[in-house]
């Protein structure tokens, strides 16, 4: 699979897409390339020449991650386990962990591999942090690269509203001075990074089809000025400590709006490359849906109802209907309210229930994008009316991080 070859139009995936995998027995898993394709080339340029760190969260398919590395634009990964990182850095020179780490094991493989050291940075937002990875490590040995994560959600009314991702402590850019003055005082450690993910204006789309869109945009607007003043003044305090190699932020859904910030020297992106439902409901961008899962009709329960074997692939997050997998393909079906989608079936109703038999394809997309690949050993990928290669998953390849 190439993705750097030039996107084509816009089309309708279906036809080619069922011819291709119609022998296929379900539950099976599909990219559509031509879509991946198109939408990596959209995320470079709506980050306007800023570099895309690619998040493995959002694919968990090495391959794919591979590929994605090779498109001009996009450079270094965003993991999220420091296990899953050290496994990636066999591979790749540039991986930071998105997210703090007390894994020890893997803390000591690290810190007694050179090579290694020298590919991964670690995440940290406090002290503690500092204090026991270094009682892990040692004193000796190669320097440990570390990011500092500051918080980047909207607080209003004294901080007694919080909007956004409840991730790091550190808020003010006295709060990052703080803490970059802290891994300064340790010999072993180096400060290479400083990180901030704005989950409130990435991750919510700003145009839900509800009266609440207007709010949301409302709340962005607001979030991403506060921000683009607090984060440059953080950055400067950090640097007054210690330079930086690298600033990175936003998200798929605020690549815009985040690589606009002179402070910010790199983006993070993943979830657009496959387009999950998530993102559907957005003004800045429209990807192409690259990614589903397919599952076969087994029971027809009533002239109303055809019955898919499996298809409870919720999504993580705040419980709700928004969690739940959306059938896309026939059109006109839907989920049973009360039943939703469940572990061994799913019942479907709508327009074109009566043209479904038993052991007919039903198509799915999922919520959110990585998540996917942990239902699945392998993914088919698709390229116009063709298989063009079956790759294996993190799990498919014996990983499962978390």
Request: with cysteine.
């Amino acid at each position: 699979m190439t993705l750097t070859q030039r996107s084509g139009p816009a089309r309708t995936p279906w036809p080619d897409l069922l011819a291709a995998t119609e022998h296929l027995d379900p539950p099976f898993a599909v990219l559509d390339v031509a879509a991946l394709r198109t939408n990596a080339h959209q995320l470079v340029r709506r980050a306007a020449g800023k570099p895309i760190r690619v998040a493995s969260k959002s694919i968990r398919v090495r391959s794919v991650i591979r590929d994605a590395l090779e498109v001009p634009g996009m450079s270094g990964i965003l993991a999220y386990t420091l296990p899953e990182a050290l496994w990636l850095a066999e591979e790749h020179k540039d991986v930071v962990v998105g997210y703090p780490t007390m894994h020890r094991e893997a803390l000591r493989r690290l810190a007694k591999d050179e090579e290694l050291a020298s590919r991964v940075t670690l995440m940290v937002d406090s002290p503690r942090h500092l204090d026991l990875t270094a009682a892990i490590v040692g004193p000796d040995g190669p320097p440990i690269r570390i990011c500092l994560e500051l918080d980047v959600s909207l607080r209003l009314a004294g901080g007694r509203l919080h909007l956004g991702a409840r991730r790091s402590p550190v808020h003010s850019p006295e709060d990052a001075a703080a803490l970059a003055r802290a891994v300064a005082a340790h010999p072993r450690f180096q400060l290479v990074g400083l990180m901030g993910y704005e989950g409130q204006i990435a991750g919510i789309g700003d145009n839900q089809p509800h009266l609440s869109r207007f709010a949301v945009r409302a709340m962005q607007r607001r979030s991403a000025a506060e921000l683009a003043e607090r984060r440059a003044a953080a950055v400067a305090a950090v640097r007054s400590v210690a330079p930086l190699e690298f600033v990175n932020g936003g998200g798929t859904g605020s690549l815009e709006l985040t690589a606009a910030e002179p402070a910010v020297t790199e983006v993070a992106a993943g979830s657009g490359l496959l387009a999950p439902r998530l993102f559907d409901f957005y003004t800045r961008f429209h990807p192409q849906p690259a990614a589903y899962f397919v599952l076969s009709v087994v029971r027809r329960p009533s002239p109303q109802h055809a019955t898919v074997l499996g298809g409870g692939w919720i999504a993580s997050g705040a419980a709700g209907k928004d969690r739940l997998p959306t059938p896309v393909w026939p059109p006109g079906l839907s989920l049973v309210d009360q039943e939703g989608a469940g572990e061994v079936q799913t019942p479907l109703v709508g327009d074109r229930v009566d043209d479904l038999d038993i052991g007919d394809h039903v198509w799915f997309r999922h919520t959110k994008a990585g998540e996917l690949s942990e239902h699945v050993d392998e993914m088919v990928l698709v390229d116009g009316d063709r298989i063009v290669d079956v790759v294996p998953t993190y799990r498919g390849e014996g990983k499962t991080f978390l």
